[in-house]
């Protein structure tokens, strides 16, 4: 369905009163090796998580509201936005994985490589991790196989 459509049926249903709600895309969970990304809402890979992939240009309004919905690791969390509350990531999508402060890829951002080695601001990247620039401030992410 074409954005253009999605943003006139949101504006009809919120015009008549209506309740609307989007919840991430249900995925399997988080699995050593499966391509996911594991975004999880608390330190050290506690709390709720979500497992997403690939390039994502907002946690929210452009594509789908991404939501903590898996409490095997605990229920802090569980059901609360993506956007501004990850704090802990665990990239199982052989790729580099970026995770930027703003929508659409920019601003600062933290590096996870699955391979290790240099994120893209010079320090070391590796597959997992607490959040440091974009620290319950994140926005988007994006993946570089290449």
């Given at each position: ?46 709390g ?15 594509t ?20 501004n ?7 199982n ?5 970026a ?24 320090e ?23």
């Amino acid at each position: 369905m074409a954005r253009s459509t999605l943003r006139l049926l949101l504006a009809v249903a919120l015009a008549s009163g209506g309740a609307v709600a989007v919840a991430a895309p249900a995925k399997a969970s988080c699995v050593d090796g499966d391509g996911t990304d594991c975004l999880y809402y608390s330190a050290n890979g506690t709390g709720a998580r979500v497992a997403v992939s690939g390039n994502i240009p907002c946690y929210d309004w452009c594509t789908v509201n991404y939501v903590f919905n898996d409490a095997t690791r605990g229920s802090a969390g569980l059901n609360q936005a993506v956007r501004n509350n990850t704090h802990y990531v665990y990239n199982n999508s052989y790729c580099t994985l970026a995770i930027y402060v703003s929508p659409n890829y920019g601003g600062a951002a933290d590096y996870f490589d699955f391979n290790g080695g240099l994120g893209g601001d010079g320090e070391p990247a590796y597959w997992y991790g607490n959040l440091n620039h974009t620290l319950n401030n994140d926005a988007s992410q994006a993946e570089d196989c290449g």
